[in-house]
């Protein structure tokens, strides 16, 4: 049985590790694992997560197993932050935790299979890698639309909608919800409401998935887009992360919501989600999703949390403001505004995956595939030398 192993090796992120890893020069610079840094190069913990920790220990809870369905007070407060408290998605939603988004949409890629076999599913181009094998590896059909123009550095919303001219019903269009990754080109407020126009015109399923809910322009502005597409849609999957909001990346909590038609029955998608997770990975942590409740439940923590978090945007917004400015200083002809505009963890650099092995041999910085550099976890100093090797490495 263990013989003959076929190796998964292509995947680009743990080759990227390995490449990192053998590097031993301590100038290197990792630009690719979508880590919030602060200047000292630490992935923090918030203080809101440590006192919501001290509180949770004191409290002594058991450790039994939960459900499949996970922490049902995580995902009323997930629904309530994603929706707001007054939506009437509320009135037709449900929703279970999960270990990280990660888990979610490869529930939902598992929940969808086995409603609708043979639904194709539309992933924007570029998009987050894993997010293509998920659903591949439940066995569906994918697609991709245009989504973003690297050389021009922006949205190509009319090569988004010609591609998506070719939807069919039942389809599944996914989307994300703020801070794009890897490009961190969002869609306009005008844009979603195009989208939920197709969205009824075809006949689709839309799957917005959130990891970033406060890195791009504020807690509630981040998730306008869901907001809007969600009150104009029969159906939708929602899929939302907690590790980078609440910096609690290993504890692994996650939201996946089915918003179904008003008179779906409720009872019957929960029990189909609960034997659909139950089937993928049996039962769910609680330890991460126990954290955010504790933080979302009391008006002193979530407003720690939140000050912590704009903290954490208004870095990254002066971060890209910084880059912009001594990218252009060392490539005078080089418009870099781009990186201003975008949003959260991630932006794109013009260059071709060789110009990209380049940077990596001759400068030791090192960057995801489509030469996504994660802004959130550069230093000032580190910006510097990523903007003066991008010149060398465009010069040549
Ligand atoms: C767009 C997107 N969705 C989902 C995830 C997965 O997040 P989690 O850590 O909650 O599994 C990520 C993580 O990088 C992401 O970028």
């Not at 369905?69 to 997930?78: E, F, K, T």
């Not at 989504?147 to 998506?164: C, H, S």
């Not at 961190?184 to 126009?197: T, V, Y």
Request: charged residues 20%; proline residues 3%.
């Amino acid at each position: 049985m263990f013989n003959n192993l076929t190796n998964y090796e292509d995947d680009p992120i743990e080759a990227l590790f390995k490449r990192i890893g053998a590097d031993k020069s301590v100038d290197k610079i990792d630009l690719g694992i979508g880590v919030f840094r602060d200047q000292s190069g630490q992935v923090p913990v918030m203080q809101a997560v440590v006192e919501a920790e001290q509180q949770l220990l004191k409290q002594n809870a058991s450790k039994s197993y939960m459900s499949p369905l996970g922490n049902m007070d995580y995902c009323a407060d997930m629904e309530r932050s994603i929706f707001g408290a007054d939506h009437e998605v509320l009135q037709r939603i449900v929703s279970a935790q999960t270990p990280g988004a990660g888990a979610a949409l490869r529930g939902a890629a598992e929940f969808v299979q086995s409603l609708s076999p043979k639904a194709t599913v539309w992933f924007g181009s570029p998009c987050w890698g894993h997010q293509i094998e998920f659903f591949e590896r439940a066995g569906l059909s994918v697609k991709q639309y245009r989504y973003y123009n690297r050389a021009a550095g922006k949205l190509d919303f009319t090569g988004m909608l010609e591609d998506l001219s070719a939807l069919q019903e039942d389809d599944v269009l996914l989307l994300h919800g703020c801070c794009h990754n890897p490009t961190g080109e969002d869609l306009s407020l005008s844009q979603w409401q195009r989208i939920a126009e197709v969205v009824r015109e075809k006949r689709v399923v839309p799957l917005v998935d959130i990891a970033y809910q406060g890195f791009g322009s504020g807690i509630d502005e981040d998730v306008a887009g869901v907001r809007l597409l969600a009150g104009q849609v029969p159906q939708l999957i929602l899929t939302v992360s907690s590790s980078k909001t609440f910096g609690i990346y290993r504890e692994r909590a996650g939201l996946l919501s089915i918003v179904h038609q008003a008179n779906a029955s409720a009872d019957s998608l929960r029990r189909k989600l609960r034997d659909t997770l139950r089937q993928l990975y049996f039962m769910a942590p609680n330890h991460g999703a126990a954290i955010v409740h504790e933080i979302l439940s009391s008006e002193t923590l979530q407003q720690l949390w939140r000050d912590e978090l704009n903290a954490v945007r208004h870095q990254i917004v002066e971060m890209r403001g910084a880059l912009k400015v001594t990218l252009e200083q060392v490539n005078p002809s080089f418009d870099a505004s781009f990186i201003q505009r975008q949003k959260g963890m991630f932006s794109c650099l013009p260059l071709s995956a060789a110009q990209q092995l380049r940077m990596e041999q001759q400068h030791h910085i090192y960057m995801l595939p489509n030469a996504r550099v994660n802004v959130a976890a550069m230093s000032t100093e580190q910006s510097k030398a990523l903007a003066n090797a991008f010149a060398a490495i465009i010069g040549e």
